[in-house]
């Protein structure tokens, strides 16, 4: 398929380096780390980019017959035997062909764990998966852990949203995890999260198993100037113009955010235009919100009306650094510095916002502007 068949400005999944916009510091920092046997925290709001920085960095070193990349998501997992069952079928014949003779030594490796070879629905081709009893998953674990040390390869695995293993009912969860990290000499860990204070607390903080066990990496917005070319490259080679004050002001609007930023240039990109202007960027702006509007009118009703107030004074502010300043509590007359503390606690749990160097933002860079504009 044709570059411009399709549209560059990917919003799901990693398509290749091309259609991958700079982050080279980030990239030669994980993979200097990775080689050099140092764990790697990676912590930025969701949807800066960290899932696709990991894939792209993934995609360089999957080059090497020696090395194995494997990814996990556990967002949605709320407990360890959760945990491993996502664990073990990404990790199952990751580290060798899917050859019957492979398949033969999985079975007998694993004692606790039921290795099951289907075939995919779509495509025909065989893939492991796995089951176990709830009441083997500590022996699980080892054995999976135990599993990637015998490869004989140099594994790197990514464990994405990490901070939800805080939220899981099994005690010493942390401390067993750790356990098996600190053993193993071949197998290097990124462990990735969006919820900034949970995972500085789960690296940062003395009282916990994984204190100061890994290389922490903030992720930022990429640089505008870099994004900028990278964009307008894109356009170009689709024979479209994108020019500076066109993309800057979609980049500024949305602080950089970069999910945000690619739904505009991709919106933008979809329309049979051959140049554009801020006039056009603001009328697609318009229709992403309207068509999210039930959604962020959902997101009101299912919070309190002090919450709601906060929640659409820091959407007025777009950026704020004092909530609890009187300034701010006056402008907007939130009440009691009390309550607001509260609201906001509440509004960074619920993730409808949240803090970055100080600075509290909404989550949603659309839900904002539809909150800063809507009158009540």
């Not at 960095?57 to 407990?79: E, M, P, Q, R």
């Not at 505009?264 to 329309?271: E, G, I, K, Q, V």
């Not at 309207?290 to 009101?300: D, G, K, R, V």
């Amino acid at each position: 398929m044709k570059q411009v068949d399709i549209n560059p400005f990917l919003l799901t999944g990693y398509g290749s380096s091309e259609y991958f916009c700079d982050r080279k510091t980030e990239m030669e920092k994980l993979i200097n780390a990775l080689h050099n046997g140092r764990n790697v925290t990676l912590v930025s709001p969701r949807r800066m980019g960290k899932t696709g920085l990991i894939q792209h960095v993934f995609n360089a070193l999957n080059g090497s017959k020696s090395i194995t990349c494997i990814y996990i998501d556990i967002y949605h997992t709320n407990s360890l035997t959760d945990f491993v069952k996502v664990f073990a079928n990404a990790v199952m014949g990751s580290v060798d062909t899917k050859s019957q003779k492979v398949i033969s030594k999985i079975f007998s490796f694993f004692k606790s764990i039921r290795p099951a070879l289907t075939a995919d629905n779509i495509s025909g081709i065989p893939k492991l998966t796995v089951d176990f009893a709830s009441s083997q998953t500590e022996e699980s674990l080892m054995e999976i852990f135990d599993y990637l040390s015998k490869s004989g390869k140099t594994c790197f695995v990514a464990i994405d949203e990490f901070q939800q293993i805080t939220n899981y009912g099994e005690k010493g969860v942390e401390a067993l995890l750790r356990s098996y990290v600190q053993q193993l000499d071949n197998v290097h860990f990124i462990f990735s999260g969006s919820q900034k204070h949970i995972m500085e607390s789960l690296f940062t903080s003395a009282s916990r198993p994984f204190y100061q066990s890994t290389q922490m990496l903030q992720l930022a917005e990429i640089n505008k100037k870099e994004y900028r070319q990278f964009a307008a490259n894109l356009f170009s080679k689709a024979n479209k113009i994108i020019t500076a004050d066109v993309f800057d002001w979609i980049y500024d609007k949305i602080n950089g955010h970069t999910w945000y930023v690619q739904m505009m240039l991709n919106r933008l990109f979809s329309l049979a235009h051959k140049e554009y202007d801020i006039m056009t960027a603001e009328k697609v702006l318009d229709e992403v919100i309207i068509e999210n509007e039930a959604t962020y009118q959902t997101y009101c009703k299912l919070i309190t009306a002090k919450q709601f107030s906060l929640l659409k004074a820091i959407a007025s502010e777009n950026m704020l650094a004092k909530p609890t300043s009187n300034i701010f509590i006056d402008k907007y007359k939130l009440g009691a510095a009390s309550s607001i503390k509260t609201a906001l606690n509440s509004l960074l749990d619920k993730e409808l916002i949240f803090e970055n160097n100080g600075n509290y933002r909404v989550y949603d860079c659309f839900f904002s502007i539809w909150l800063s504009k809507i009158k009540i």
